[in-house]
């Protein structure tokens, strides 16, 4: 065993030469330095604010569904560890990496059936917006290569995720000019139960005719625009974009990254649609929040125009396609996730959030509350005071994550009530001092 450094020497170390996400070089605010998991619980290697242990509101983004330590998972990733970790994905293949796929086609919108496996949600996208443009060069039509979203969008960081980010706020303004230009519609309008807006739809139909000779395909967050601001809007026009695409010959991405494996109370947000993508990229949850993994699934249709063209195959292939590891445990996450009544575990943690965010909307500051699924919001009049924010939640015992005007939780959806009702005080208490 390497010699044990103290907290204090990690800190020092961490300051000086590790980067963290959106982060300054050297460090500013110092991170929290975490010991193990287990359970919702983030176990802290010393106390912070008082607090040894802190009630994890985030899902580690979104991602740790079944929370840490999780035994089945854990027999997943040892079983599969004892086996190999990994080995290459070209011209060789292995059996979690084919159970994982099969289940993903099963379980994902019926006209989804072939996948690749990516390592990372960006890298998921990148290979989306490269199915698109290649299944249009194969079929003769190299113009259509550029890409409609809505403004609000987060699709990640690498570069042609980028570019349908939204253009306006966020960390992506520094671009402008060097990405390539996509076509933004206005963003959607809000509230999952509003009624659909006439205008909006004609808007959004006009943009997609006005533009198809050019447009490869529209790529959209459905249902619910995660770091793009935390915004909910109606289904109904998801029916619009796939009513408009097939109109027009364009094709509809639908980036589930964050909404994937039930945390919208469907288990893809296009379900609340009852429309399918084209290409659909998944994520986050995939793995429990244990590895990283990523998946792009597509059509039968998107498949063989790519194996009709010059170059007959997906362009893509990276060293750790389809890690071993990565699969066994997301396979295990899935089957965990389905042995299980999750849908009532959501709409129980809904109906916990509801209830202990109403407070938060007679706060000063605040402007809006609004719970969906196992997603609870809280945004405020101004730009959260993150260092406060924080601080007040850790006093509460809980771990948040503001960005912006918002503070936010979605739980693992193994929270129990006791702990919802912790999350929802530390959120209010984050509203209260950020
Ligand atoms: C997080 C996220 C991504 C990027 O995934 P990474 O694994 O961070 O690269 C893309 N799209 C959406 C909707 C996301 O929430």
């Given at each position: 065993m390497p010699e044990r450094l103290t907290p204090?020497?990690?800190?020092?170390?961490?300051r000086q030469h590790v980067w963290h996400p959106y982060g300054p070089m050297p460090g500013k605010a110092a991170p929290l330095l975490v010991e193990s998991a287990s359970g919702v619980r983030l176990r802290l290697a010393e106390p912070v604010e008082g607090q040894d242990e802190l009630v994890d509101g985030m899902?580690?983004?979104?991602?740790?569904?079944?929370?840490?330590?999780?035994?089945?998972?854990?027999?997943?990733?040892?079983?599969?560890?004892?086996?190999?970790?990994?080995?290459?994905?070209?011209g060789l293949t292995h059996e979690p990496a084919v159970r994982l796929a099969k289940r993903l086609v099963d379980i994902s919108p019926e006209p989804l059936q072939h996948v690749f496996l990516a390592d990372s949600g960006s890298v998921s996208v990148e290979v989306a917006v490269k199915m698109c443009l290649q299944y249009w060069r194969s079929l003769g039509k190299p113009?259509?290569?550029?890409?409609?979203?809505?403004?609000?969008?987060?699709?990640?960081?690498?570069?042609?995720?980028?570019s349908v980010c939204d253009p306006d706020g966020?960390?992506?303004?520094?671009?402008?000019?060097?990405?390539?230009?996509?076509?933004?519609?206005?963003?959607?309008?809000?509230?999952?139960?509003?009624?659909?807006?006439?205008?909006?739809?004609?808007?959004?139909?006009?943009?997609?005719?006005?533009?198809?000779?050019?447009?490869?395909?529209?790529?959209?967050?459905?249902?619910?625009?995660?770091?793009?601001?935390?915004?909910?809007?109606?289904?109904?026009?998801?029916?619009?974009?796939?009513?408009?695409?097939?109109?027009?010959?364009?094709?509809?991405?639908?980036?589930?990254?964050?909404?994937?494996?039930?945390r919208t109370g469907a288990l893809f947000a296009a379900e609340h649609a009852g429309v399918a993508p084209d290409?659909?990229?998944?994520?986050?949850?995939?793995?429990?929040g244990y590895l990283t993994l990523a998946a792009t699934l597509c059509t039968t249709a998107v498949a063989d125009g790519i194996s009709r063209g010059a170059l007959p195959v997906l362009a893509h292939g990276p060293t750790f396609m389809g890690n071993p590891l990565a699969t066994a445990v997301a396979d295990a996450s899935i089957s965990l996730l389905l042995s299980q009544d999750w849908g009532q575990e959501v709409k129980r943690i809904e109906a916990g959030l509801r209830n202990g965010l109403a407070a938060a909307a007679d706060l000063p500051g605040v402007r809006e509350v609004r719970v969906l699924g196992a997603i609870g919001v809280v945004q405020l009049?101004?730009?959260?005071?993150?260092?406060?924010?924080?601080?007040?939640?850790?006093r509460e015992g809980v771990w948040l994550r503001p960005f912006r005007d918002l503070i936010y939780t979605m739980p693992p959806y193994i929270t129990g009530d006791d702990d919802v009702a912790r999350i929802c005080a530390a959120v209010c208490a984050a509203a209260r001092e950020g």
């Amino acid at each position: 065993m390497p010699e044990r450094l103290t907290p204090g020497e990690l800190l020092t170390l961490d300051r000086q030469h590790v980067w963290h996400p959106y982060g300054p070089m050297p460090g500013k605010a110092a991170p929290l330095l975490v010991e193990s998991a287990s359970g919702v619980r983030l176990r802290l290697a010393e106390p912070v604010e008082g607090q040894d242990e802190l009630v994890d509101g985030m899902s580690s983004w979104w991602s740790a569904v079944h929370g840490y330590n999780h035994p089945v998972l854990n027999d997943a990733a040892h079983g599969q560890l004892e086996r190999m970790s990994h080995v290459m994905f070209g011209g060789l293949t292995h059996e979690p990496a084919v159970r994982l796929a099969k289940r993903l086609v099963d379980i994902s919108p019926e006209p989804l059936q072939h996948v690749f496996l990516a390592d990372s949600g960006s890298v998921s996208v990148e290979v989306a917006v490269k199915m698109c443009l290649q299944y249009w060069r194969s079929l003769g039509k190299p113009r259509k290569q550029r890409l409609l979203t809505w403004r609000g969008g987060y699709h990640g960081d690498t570069w042609q995720p980028m570019s349908v980010c939204d253009p306006d706020g966020g960390m992506h303004e520094l671009w402008q000019g060097a990405l390539p230009r996509q076509i933004f519609a206005d963003a959607p309008p809000a509230g999952f139960d509003a009624a659909p807006d006439e205008a909006y739809a004609a808007h959004l139909r006009e943009l997609i005719g006005r533009h198809a000779e050019e447009l490869a395909a529209v790529i959209v967050e459905p249902v619910v625009q995660g770091a793009g601001g935390m915004s909910f809007h109606s289904p109904a026009y998801l029916r619009v974009l796939r009513e408009a695409c097939d109109e027009h010959g364009v094709l509809l991405v639908f980036d589930e990254i964050a909404t994937g494996f039930g945390r919208t109370g469907a288990l893809f947000a296009a379900e609340h649609a009852g429309v399918a993508p084209d290409v659909m990229c998944l994520g986050k949850a995939l793995t429990g929040g244990y590895l990283t993994l990523a998946a792009t699934l597509c059509t039968t249709a998107v498949a063989d125009g790519i194996s009709r063209g010059a170059l007959p195959v997906l362009a893509h292939g990276p060293t750790f396609m389809g890690n071993p590891l990565a699969t066994a445990v997301a396979d295990a996450s899935i089957s965990l996730l389905l042995s299980q009544d999750w849908g009532q575990e959501v709409k129980r943690i809904e109906a916990g959030l509801r209830n202990g965010l109403a407070a938060a909307a007679d706060l000063p500051g605040v402007r809006e509350v609004r719970v969906l699924g196992a997603i609870g919001v809280v945004q405020l009049d101004h730009e959260v005071d993150m260092a406060a924010a924080t601080r007040a939640a850790v006093r509460e015992g809980v771990w948040l994550r503001p960005f912006r005007d918002l503070i936010y939780t979605m739980p693992p959806y193994i929270t129990g009530d006791d702990d919802v009702a912790r999350i929802c005080a530390a959120v209010c208490a984050a509203a209260r001092e950020g």
